[in-house]
């Protein structure tokens, strides 16, 4: 018992680095923007997709394969920014930003629908199916790249955002946008490449889950997309770190208690939510709100 | 007397025109299944009138309240389920069935209490992801408990009219669900309770300052959305005879209110009419459609409805179409004159922003 409580952990934890990856995307666009970016899931969705396409139709593996699909998941998310979010204004700005991103996730997934159509697909290659006996445990080699790509990237956002002139202009629009604007910062390109960064980053988290997650189609991305909020929201909005850490935490969580009650597991998981926000209404590593309404 | 009645002539004009527009609306929603008798098509009418409860509902809380829920589904199928469940555990059959109406409801409130409590302590993003993260809980409480029957689903054989009756039948229930919804709706907006309600959207810490119990408020309100909507659920489960996990707790449900709400316009009880009577029937056509079957051509088409909508109006179709309308009769000139061409400069410097902007930018040539 102790064991396989044991293999739980180790398996939430490294889960947990693939939903992290997932997930960093999500809390930076809400940090930057303060809008819920609903098309996140079904973003996840369409990179994973990219390189099921690269995989089987050219033959790039894995992981050469992000070095395109990065750069175009990343001009997907300028291009929804400039067309879509760029124009939203005024008080029911939040409401009006989940309809569009909702709508952007559905002719996604309509699009996807139509090429792909609606079976189920998995990423294959040989280190996902192969594994590696680390202190008695057996961990497939895709769990262990995911899980150091995820610190990897979730420490280069850090460099970016505390490291460079673009993330300080970064951080000063989280803080206050219209201050940021009156010192001078172009508050739409940061927006848009903070848009296209977020959005990037799921091109690397669309090919961990679907490497990972025993089959995806296109209408994958809600069950998705509640889960990342779910992890964001544990970890307050906006944290980067803390997206790693609620991802593991959640992940761990749900892996230890499908021991025991497999079916009630992802219940367990929403729970530890509304538990957490009982107690911390702001979440782990979420700040008291800046702004008010 | 008659000098009173005079000056009161124009006011009466107004007030006589809508409401004879409101019985005149009455009239031909009451004939509507006279008229058309094809279960076919009086099936469009039965989820029309369906839907608009559900968004008067919503709006009830979330149009007075601000509050985004997007887990009005967790009512929906509690209600569904709630109903299924009594039925077959008591016995009931016939039209009997519709006196566990009030039950359902106080299922509904019941359910709504401590979802409230949890979840009114956040505001805005974090209160809607809360609001999902509960109807998530519910669904899978919908697959997951002994009495929901899993993935299966509950059936409801409890009535048995003919296929036309049965229609037209569920066509007059749901009416009077729609009428009680828009008419509470409508008391909630006259009332002091409706008032501290979007005292709250507009800024709850002044609210509160200002001595709004805001808890209370919003709790009342959510509890009274949550009840309503817990009864429309199990007229629905009566009507479709049969609810599952997926269809009861349907995750596309919320976010169509949404879009219905703000399609005809956020925050009025007629914008929630009109978004629930032009999305529900079109979208149930085109799943109708040949061409469209498949599903993935009728999905990209209502996301780019969606689109439009939200990036060209807005604000909705009411809001804009009576602008247009202000415009119009005015023949450019505003109908209200802006706080800046009126107030000393001191007031014009205190006045907010919104309404000098409103004022100036649709018709700037007037304002001379």
Known sequence: MTREILQAIVDGILTGGVYALMAVGLTLIFGVLDIINIAQGVLVILGAYLSYSLLTKAHIDLFVGLLITVPAMFIIGVVIHWAFIRRLRGSERTSMTLLVTYAVALIIEGVLYKIYGPNYVTLNASYTTNSVKVFGFYIQYIYIYGFILAVVLVLALYALLYRTRFGRSVRATMQDETAARLVGIDVNRVGALTFGIGVAVTAVGGMMFGATSGGFNPNSGYDLISRLLAIIILAGMGSIGGALVASVFMLTVESVVAVWYPTWSIVVFYAALVLVLVIRPEGFFGQKAVRAQ | ?368
């Open chain 2, 1 to 368: 007397m008659s000098e009173h009645r005079r000056a009161g002539s124009t006011v009466n004009l107004g007030l006589a025109l809508k409401l004879g527009g409101l019985v005149l609306l009455a009239a031909i929603a009451l004939a509507f299944p006279q008229v058309y008798t094809n279960p076919a098509i009086t099936n469009y009418g039965v989820f029309a009138m369906i839907f608009v409860t559900v968004v008067c509902a919503w709006h009830i809380f979330s149009g007075n309240s601000g509050y985004i829920s997007v887990g009005q589904a967790v009512f929906y199928g509690s209600g569904a389920y709630a109903m299924g469940t009594a039925a077959e555990h008591w016995h009931v059959t016939g039209t009997t069935t519709f006196a566990l109406l009030p039950f359902v409801g106080a299922v509904g409130a019941l359910i709504a209490v401590p979802f409230g409590l949890i979840a009114l302590r956040v505001r805005r993003h974090t209160f809607i992801v809360i609001t999902i993260a509960f109807f998530f809980i519910f669904q899978l409480m919908a697959y997951n408990l002994p009495f929901t029957h899993g993935t299966s689903g509950m059936n409801a054989p409890f009535l048995t009219w003919s296929p036309t009756a049965f229609n037209t039948n569920f066509y007059y229930i749901a009416l009077a669900c729609a009428a009680a919804t828009i008419a509470i709706a409508w008391l909630i907006r006259r009332m002091r309770f409706g008032l501290q309600l979007r005292a709250i959207r507009d800024d709850e810490d002044r609210a509160r300052g200002l001595g709004v119990k805001a808890m209370r408020v919003k709790l009342t309100a959510f509890v009274i959305s949550g009840a309503i909507t817990a009864v429309i659920g199990s007229v629905w489960f009566l009507y479709t005879t049969q609810v599952q996990p997926n269809t009861g707790f349907d995750p596309l449900f919320d976010l169509t209110i949404v879009l219905m709400a703000f399609l005809g316009g956020y925050g009025l009880i007629s914008g929630a009419v009109l978004g629930a009577l032009i999305i529900e029937p079109g979208t149930l056509w085109l799943n109708t459609q040949p061409q469209f079957s498949g599903g993935y051509l009728s999905e990209i088409l209502l996301g780019a409805i969606f689109l439009v909508v939200v990036l060209f109006m807005p604000r909705g179709i009411i809001p804009t179409a009576g602008e247009y309308l202000t415009r119009l009769r005015t023949r450019g000139r505003p109908a209200v004159i802006p706080a800046t061409a009126t107030g000393t400069p001191a007031a014009a410097g205190s006045a907010p922003a919104a309404p000098v902007r409103s004022g100036s930018s649709g018709s700037s040539g007037g304002t001379r």
